[in-house]
């Protein structure tokens, strides 16, 4: 019996509204994800961005002087493992495969060396922090920007004590400091927590509290101003944001500005640059006033000053990398030996101070240039294969790669994941579908474009 056309249109009413509902990408993809689930999603993203945030300083130690866990690591698995029990997570499985290439070769460097040549805890937590490269997510591009909005919020609250830091050091008090009622142990090591501006200087850097240091609020800062000039362009977040960025004393944040600028030139309006232009001006202005613009322009000499943090962050590490090539060329392949790098903070001994090994240097040098080409591939795959918006990953990228210790650090893989690697976007795969999808042949009649109708 022939449906009558109430119960046709009972039919497409019964079907779930792309605004409601949409195909999960888990399993099967007809399997329907409601937008609650969703609306959770981003809601547990956002908490967890925020949780690991305010506990990157902290860390459980696990006996003897420098083993210790972050706890930013167990809070970003203890969501994987809800995210997987209710569904709403899952295994990609090129990245898992390009995973266990990763891990076989850097393995497989270490085998053969002397006991106490290499760190196995080293090797361990590389690899378990690249682990959260394969857990992706599907959402639509709706929900993923409510998670970017969340980020920028907190770049704001970053913004706030930044500003905070230079009020109350105004005032003549000492800036606030977490470590001061931390114990010491459960203190994530490695880092310069309170910095002066520079030498005998009665100014300190301001690390917003939480912040590992000065210039990890500032790439934390630089990263929402730059996804906020590209999706949402609000002028009081733009210019709170570039405020704080300019007084957070952190040129990796600038770096990370810098660096982005092309891809922002196209996204922004006449209007914002010159709003941008006017800020900076006042901001300059208002530093001059204080004395404190002098400090600024000193940082930017660093790159040509040994033991300086810039020429350590970005000249020694290409310096370190050659003379091995030079000295240890049978090392080239298989390396030196997992954490067998100096260690980053204040060593007379060994001439560093305030080092920051940046990844690939790190990676090389332990582990060996084949382990570093099957890592790269891993870790750009990750980053760039989800579909993520290039300005994002982009930023993602810069402050991973280029401007931390990041290797073994997990909340610089956790930023990377929460704002660009941990997403296969649902839009995306519904547009290829249909871009693939097989549509039906015309009659040959109006292929060759006759009427059909005609005699």
């Not at 994800?33 to 609306?39: G, H, N, T, V």
């Not at 969340?150 to 109350?168: E, K, P």
Request: with cysteine; charged share 10%.
């Amino acid at each position: 019996m022939a449906e009558t056309a109430m119960e046709k249109r009972q039919a497409l009413l019964a079907q779930p509204h792309p605004a409601t509902a949409s195909p999960a990408l888990i399993g099967e993809r007809s399997v329907p994800m409601p937008i609650s689930d969703e609306r959770r999603i981003v809601g547990i993203l956002t908490c967890e961005f925020a949780a690991v945030v305010l506990t990157q300083k902290i860390a459980i130690p696990l006996g003897g002087a420098e083993n210790q866990i972050a706890v930013a690591l167990l809070i970003h698995y203890a969501v994987l493992v809800y995210l997987f029990v209710f569904g709403y997570a899952r295994i990609d499985t090129p990245r898992l495969l390009l995973l266990c290439l990763f891990s076989a070769t850097a393995i497989f460097s270490q085998v053969g060396k002397a006991v106490g040549a290499f760190s196995l805890p080293s090797l361990l937590l590389m690899l378990v922090t690249s682990t959260i490269l394969v857990v992706v997510i599907p959402v639509h591009r709706s929900s993923y920007l409510q998670i970017l909005r969340g980020f920028i919020t907190l770049s704001m609250c970053a913004s706030v004590m930044v500003l905070g830091d230079w009020i109350v050091q105004l005032a003549g008090f000492p800036m606030p400091s977490l470590e001061t009622v931390t114990p010491k142990p459960w203190i994530y090591l490695e880092y310069v927590y309170v910095q002066p501006l520079q030498w005998d200087s009665p100014w300190f850097k301001p690390n917003g509290l939480f912040f590992l240091e000065a210039s990890h609020v500032s790439q934390f800062i630089a990263m929402g101003l730059v996804i906020e000039l590209a999706f949402f362009r609000r002028p009081a977040v733009i210019a709170l944001n570039a405020i704080a960025l300019f007084f957070s004393y952190g040129g990796t944040g600038l770096v990370i500005v810098a660096l982005s600028i092309p891809f922002l030139a196209a996204r922004l309006r006449p209007s914002v640059l010159i709003s941008s232009a006017v800020i900076a001006v006042a901001v300059l202005v208002i530093a001059g006033s204080l004395g404190l613009l002098e400090a600024f322009i000193n940082r930017s000499a660093e790159f040509s000053q040994s033991n300086s943090s810039g020429y350590n962050r970005f000249i020694l590490p290409v310096e370190r990398f050659a003379q091995l090539l030079q000295d240890q060329p049978e090392r080239l392949f298989f390396g030196m030996g997992a954490g067998t790098m100096p260690k980053a903070v204040n060593n007379l001994a060994q001439l560093t101070f305030g080092l920051a090994w940046p990844p690939y240097a790190k990676l090389a040098v332990e582990y060996g240039i084949i382990t570093f080409l099957c890592w790269i591939v891993f870790f750009t795959f990750s980053f760039f294969g989800g579909g993520a918006p290039l300005v994002v990953i982009w930023v993602a990228f810069v402050q991973y790669q280029l401007l931390n210790g990041s290797l073994n650090v997990p909340i610089h893989t956790i930023y990377g994941w929460l704002l660009c690697a941990g997403y296969h976007f649902i839009d995306h795969e519904l547009r290829r579908d249909n871009r693939t999808a097989r549509q039906p042949k015309p009659p040959r009649a109006v292929a060759l474009g006759r009427n059909p109708g005609a005699v």
